[in-house]
């Protein structure tokens, strides 16, 4: 089962991952817990071209994400879907759509779903959660934590990453499973409403499975 925390930046998703991630091992299941851009040699390379905003390129960007997640799904010794075929859930705080939202900023958003779909009907994921939250909101978290702020924690890209996410979402609707949570809520209260749909999820699959 693979399950991918969406959301904009400073929504909480990495903290939900974690937070999600203890408590299914606290219940006994094996989990992999993991990220996009990875911290592999071409999540490194995305990495560097976001330390360096004058002279990155949104299509090289857009390309390099699409290898990147390739490696993370297929790499023999670190892929998802290696983790995945030796029965662990793999948590991942990111994952192809993502880039339906960022990188669609700048890029068609046709061309993202045809060079990702490789990748999304190898590993599709088997629920999305998208942690919602008020650029506003995530702005401040961002602000109030950290000292750098990335190539896209702008208000406006916020604003437009966000009404990109709902257009992807409306396109993935008869594809996808996605859950949205209210993020703008506790971490603890967050944190419930994720635990309560994964548990629902992982039971209503269970059910159909023979
Ligand atoms: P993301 O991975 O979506 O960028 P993080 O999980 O890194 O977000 O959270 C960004 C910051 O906001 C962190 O400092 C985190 O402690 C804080 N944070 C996360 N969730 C909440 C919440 N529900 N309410 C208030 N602050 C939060
Ligand atoms: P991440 O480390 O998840 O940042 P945050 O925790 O602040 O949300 O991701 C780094 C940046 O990479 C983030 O601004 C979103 C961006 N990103 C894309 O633009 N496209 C993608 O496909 C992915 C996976 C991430």
């Known amino acids: 089962m693979v399950i991918a925390f969406e959301g904009i930046d400073g929504s909480g998703k990495s903290t939900q991952a974690q937070k999600l991630a203890q408590r299914l091992q606290d219940l006994g299941k094996i989990v992999h817990l993991t990220q996009e851009p990875t911290q592999n040699p071409l999540g490194k390379m995305i ?3 976001f330390a360096h905003p004058d002279c990155a390129s949104q299509e090289i960007i857009a390309g390099l994400f699409v290898a990147d997640r390739l490696d993370h799904i297929f790499n023999k010794d670190y892929g998802m879907k290696k983790h995945s075929e030796e029965g662990a859930i793999v948590v991942t705080d990111r994952y192809y759509i993502s880039s339906y939202a960022y990188q669609a900023v700048y890029m068609p958003l046709d061309w993202l779903m045809m060079a990702n779909s490789y990748a999304a009907q190898s590993l599709p ?3 999305h ?34 009404a990109n996410y709902l257009t992807a979402f409306e396109l993935l609707k008869n594809k996808e499973k996605i859950i949205f949570i209210d993020g703008n809520q506790s971490q603890d209260l967050v944190g419930e409403q994720v635990l309560n749909q994964v548990l629902q999820f992982i039971k209503s699959k269970n059910k159909i499975q023979p």
């Open 47 to 49: 990495r560097n071209q």
């Open 125 to 127: 994921a088997d629920l």
């Open 129 to 162: 959660l998208f942690i919602d939250v008020e650029p506003d909101i995530a702005l401040s978290r961002i602000n109030a934590n950290r000292s750098n702020v990335d190539l896209y924690e702008t208000k406006e890209m916020l604003l437009k990453v966000r």
